[in-house]
């Protein structure tokens, strides 16, 4: 009995206990958050399906993500961890090309 009870308890904290938030990037065609932007939260080897290739200049982020100036996540590429007003400051400006969860 006393067996069970830890497994239950155990099972019962496990679905009590937030699921961690999907990462996610929105990418902003102007410096400091502004103008057009798309919101992404899976891997995307190539921006012209969104209409955004070598257009970010900022971007929101929750999580890690690399952020590539080729198709196919190919380099050079930076790693985003946290809002970047300006992407200019990772040499990214307009030239996002593929970005994914890192």
């Known amino acids: ?33 502004q103008g057009h932007s798309v919101t992404l939260n899976h891997p995307v080897g190539n921006l012209d399906h969104y209409d955004f290739n070598d257009r970010a200049q900022s971007a929101r982020v929750h999580g890690h993500w690399q952020i590539c100036a080729a198709n196919g996540f190919q380099p050079p590429c930076a790693i985003l961890n946290h809002d970047v007003a300006r992407l200019k400051d990772y040499d990214m400006n307009r030239r996002a090309n593929s970005v994914r969860p890192y």
Do not use: H
Not at 3 to 9: E, G, I, N, T, Y
Not at 18 to 23: K, S
Not at 24 to 29: D, H, M, R
């Open 1 to 33: 009995m006393r067996k069970f009870l830890s497994v239950l308890a155990a099972i019962t904290a496990f679905a009590a206990a937030p699921a961690a938030a999907a990462p996610w990037i929105t990418l902003y065609s102007a410096p400091n958050y």
